[in-house]
């Protein structure tokens, strides 16, 4: 697997030292302990909180504008969306690999009851701002639609009782965390209303 390192944008400087077997290392030796480049630690700031809260709700009504069989799926890519949206090193790491891990158990419910019949699509809507599925959307197969529903609302009230966890253990950022699991209300009703 060929390694990669991109250092321009933090301008930095990379080394890769190799070990050659039997061969003395030429020159001076490189200190036992070699720094470790750690992102800073960013806090959020309320602008960045309601830039997450007003994005999740656009996308749940997003989601609620599509048809029952596709909405499960629709938010899974739409959590996913969310998540890659956040910057990794912005100050809430837990808020981003929550809605990832909402988006891929969100998927998996998607895939185990995916309607034989039906094609997936991708979905598009217009408005104060325009939303393209960034994948084929699955359909839920309809006879199955009230199990597939009853686990996607247990995926997304794990995340919303995750979400409130990392609130407890980050008082500078829990306001945003209780925002965004406050919003994830909009997706349980969606999930209960079809």
Known sequence: MPLSCHTASLGLAALLVLPTAGVAPAGPRMPAAHPVFRPPVVLIDAGQADAMVA??????????????????????????????????????????TALMAASQSLGAV??????????????????????????????????????????????????????????????????????VAAVLDGAKVLLRSG
């Open 55 to 96: 994005r999740l709700r656009l996308y749940i009504g997003f989601c609620q504008q599509a048809k029952a069989a596709y909405r499960v799926d629709c938010l899974a890519e739409r959590f996913a969306a969310a998540g890659r949206a956040m910057d990794p090193y912005g100050g809430l790491p837990e808020m981003r």
């Open 110 to 179: 998607a895939r185990k009851y995916q309607s034989p019949t039906m094609a997936a699509v991708v979905l598009h809507a217009t408005g104060a701002e325009t939303i393209t599925s960034t994948r084929p959307i699955l359909p839920v197969d309809p006879a199955k639609q009230g199990v597939a529903n009853k686990a996607a609302l247990a995926v997304v009230q794990d995340t919303q009782l995750t979400l409130l966890r990392s609130a407890d253990s980050s008082a500078s950022d829990a306001l945003a965390f209780q925002q």
